[in-house]
């Protein structure tokens, strides 16, 4: 998702994004900037535009100041993008069953 950029769910990638970088330990500022360059890789379909900065600040900027544990395999538009066999899958899965993850975008909250 990060090599290829997204034709859809452009807000819902990039929040997911964020908190992986998140918990990487990647610095607020450098996810930002790898945000911004993930955006132009972006190809939305049905003639809508690519992702903001300023809604990338936006998520970026939610996703870094809330305890996220999960990258958002369990959300119908990352699934695609997630594999079974991976060990942050299992995980973050059943700690999203289990209640104890708050994985829900700025979006999904307004």
């Known amino acids: 998702m990060l090599d290829e950029g997204v034709s859809s769910n452009q807000r819902v990638s990039c ?6 970088l ?6 607020y500022g450098l996810a930002l900037v790898t945000l911004k360059a ?10 809508k535009r690519i992702i903001t900065e300023s809604e ?5 900027k939610y ?9 958002g395999c369990e ?10 066999n991976c060990p942050v899958y299992s995980h973050t899965k059943s700690a999203f069953s289990s209640g104890a ?3 829900r975008t700025e979006d999904e909250t307004s």
């Open 101 to 103: 993850c708050n994985n």
């Open 75 to 84: 959300d119908p538009a990352i699934a695609a993008y997630c594999d079974s």
């Open 15 to 20: 929040f997911r994004l964020a908190v992986h």
């Open 22 to 27: 998140k918990r990487t330990g990647i610095p």
């Open 63 to 71: 996703a870094y100041t809330r305890s996220y544990c999960g990258f």
């Open 56 to 60: 990338i600040e936006a998520q970026t």
């Open 38 to 47: 993930w955006a132009l890789k972006n190809h939305p379909t049905n003639g």
